[in-house]
């Protein structure tokens, strides 16, 4: 079995978003499988010292007329927030809570949180918000809220994106496949090259 492609992400990240709605089915398609590792993308800018890309004089307001363009370019569903930036550690949190019991409801976990955040515009950081989001899938809402202030839980999350800073990791989203890291959504039709021919 090929080694899975590595998938780091905040909720945050209008461009992560949009990777989270192809990596699946790219991946699919050359027979590998995906990990998804939500970390915490603030801790990227206090190790690089840069600011947060919409808050650049210039290239912040290309880069919100950019993300826009991308997503009717790939066909996906999207609303900026009115609430930008945002806290995600609670959900991603639970993300880690839900791998460890169930990957494929992790899975989709993630994917109704980004969507409940890049197209319904919800506050994702409040957990009231992200019980709800659980509970549509079945998830214990109470156990949800119990399992995120576990000690264990916070520094599983913060291992994971110490980890992932450690493998070079400053934006999202950021893939390794087979070693290879490839920084943004844009990057996805160089990741199907390596994927069909192996490397390049």
Same mark, same amino acid.
């Given at each position: 079995?090929?080694?899975?492609?590595?998938?780091?992400? #905040?909720? !945050?990240?209008?461009?992560?978003?949009?990777?989270?709605?192809?990596?699946?089915?790219?991946?699919?398609?050359?027979?590998?499988?995906?990990?998804? $590792?939500?970390?915490?993308?603030?801790?990227?800018?206090?190790?690089? *010292?840069?600011?947060?890309? /919409?808050?650049?004089?210039?290239?912040?307001?290309?880069?919100? +007329?950019?993300?826009?363009? !991308?997503? $009717?370019?790939? *066909?996906?569903?999207?609303?900026?927030?009115? %609430?930008?930036?945002?806290?995600?550690?609670?959900?991603? $949190?639970?993300?880690?809570?839900?791998? &460890?019991? =169930?990957?494929?409801?992790?899975?989709?976990? !993630? +994917? !109704?949180?980004?969507?409940?955040?890049?197209?319904?515009?919800? =506050?994702?950081? #409040?957990?009231? /918000?992200?019980? %709800?989001?659980?509970?549509?899938?079945?998830?214990?809402?109470?156990?949800?809220?119990?399992? /995120?202030?576990?000690?264990?839980?916070?520094? $599983?999350?913060?291992?994971?994106? #110490?980890?992932?800073?450690?493998?070079?990791?400053? &934006?999202?989203?950021?893939?390794?496949? =087979?070693?290879?890291?490839?920084? *943004?959504? #844009?990057?996805?039709?160089?990741?199907? +090259?390596?994927?069909?021919?192996?490397?390049?």
């Amino acid at each position: 079995m090929p080694n899975p492609i590595e998938f780091y992400f #905040d909720f !945050s990240s209008p461009y992560a978003y949009l990777g989270s709605e192809m990596i699946d089915e790219l991946a699919a398609k050359y027979g590998r499988k995906v990990q998804w $590792r939500p970390i915490m993308l603030g801790a990227t800018f206090q190790k690089t *010292g840069l600011p947060l890309l /919409v808050t650049i004089p210039l290239k912040g307001e290309y880069s919100k +007329h950019d993300i826009i363009r !991308s997503a $009717r370019y790939y *066909g996906i569903t999207f609303k900026f927030p009115a %609430k930008f930036p945002l806290s995600t550690q609670t959900a991603a $949190r639970a993300y880690y809570w839900l791998h &460890g019991q =169930d990957c494929a409801k992790a899975r989709a976990f !993630s +994917h !109704s949180v980004f969507r409940a955040y890049w197209v319904d515009g919800r =506050d994702i950081a #409040d957990l009231a /918000v992200v019980q %709800k989001i659980a509970a549509g899938l079945g998830i214990d809402k109470n156990a949800l809220a119990e399992a /995120v202030a576990k000690p264990e839980i916070k520094e $599983r999350l913060k291992t994971e994106t #110490d980890g992932a800073i450690a493998k070079g990791m400053f &934006g999202a989203p950021y893939f390794i496949v =087979d070693g290879e890291p490839f920084w *943004g959504a #844009d990057r996805l039709p160089q990741i199907e +090259h390596w994927l069909k021919t192996g490397g390049f």
